[in-house]
T-cell receptor, first 112, second 114 residues
Framework: GENVEQHPSTLSVQEGDSAVIKCTYS??????FPWYKQELGKGPQLIIDIRSNVGEKKDQRIAVTLNKTAKHFSLHITETQPEDSAVYFCAANITGGFKTIFGAGTRLFVKA | NAGVTQTPKFQVLKTGQSMTLQCAQD?????MYWYRQDPGMGLRLIYYSASEGTTDKGEVPNGYNVSRLNKREFSLRLESAAPSQTSVYFCASSEQTGANSPLHFGNGTRLTVT
């Protein structure tokens, strides 16, 4: 079945630095790749998503890139701030289905 | 506009007890989902309901049952709780009946089975 691998599991950066989280997926038919941010005690919230007909998407300090050939996609956060500290999940949707498969998550710490 | 509301927030059960987790959404979404979150394993789909009146199994359905009561409500039942069901449970909904629609999550129910 579909599998999504996410790295690293923990990431610590200095405030103002960039953070990069990488994911790979196994099902080449996947065509929708959302990213979710989960703060302590809350449910995950969508922060950005990308569809397979697009290679890159940017929203202020957050960008996502997609390499369909290599089945890789990445989240880039620039000028990190303490409030970016959270757990981030990548995910992939199986084409034609209702199932979103999640990576295991990355705990990001931004040190002030 | 509350989004997705889950009750209860916390629950402790003894092995063998039963309980129902409640979920309601006020966004008029067609599809609803139940996920469980365990350390190091991300979120795994238990059951989903593509539309009112339908339910289907996800990755880890064993030990659970669901009911799509109406378009707003989707409940998850544990008939005989086991320690392996200790987890954080999230309900989610999505607007479209298809794969390319973001999920909206509730704030979770933390369940401990002793």
């Amino acid at each position: 079945g579909e599998n999504v691998e996410q790295h690293p599991s923990t990431l610590s950066v200095q405030e103002g630095d960039s953070a990069v989280i990488k994911c790979t997926y196994s099902d080449s038919a996947s065509n929708y790749f959302p990213w979710y941010k989960q703060e302590l005690g809350k449910g995950p919230q969508l922060i950005i998503d990308i569809r397979s007909n697009v290679g890159e998407k940017k929203d202020q300090r957050i960008a996502v890139t997609l390499n369909k050939t290599a089945k890789h996609f990445s989240l880039h956060i620039t000028e990190t701030q303490p409030e970016d500290s959270a757990v981030y999940f990548c995910a992939a949707n199986i084409t034609g289905g209702f199932k979103t498969i999640f990576g295991a998550g990355t705990r990001l710490f931004v040190k002030a | 506009n509350a989004g997705v509301t889950q009750t209860p927030k916390f629950q402790v059960l003894k092995t063998g007890q039963s309980m129902t987790l409640q979920c309601a959404q006020d966004m008029n979404h067609n599809s609803m989902y139940w996920y469980r979150q365990d350390p190091g394993m991300g979120l795994r789909l238990i059951y989903y309901s593509a539309s009112e009146g339908t339910t289907d199994k996800g990755e880890v359905p064993n030990g659970y049952n669901v009911s799509r009561l109406n378009k707003r409500e989707f409940s998850l039942r544990l008939e005989s709780a086991a320690p392996s069901q200790t987890s954080v449970y999230f309900c989610a909904s999505s607007e479209q009946t298809g794969a390319n629609s973001p999920l909206h999550f509730g704030n979770g129910t933390r369940l401990t089975v002793t």
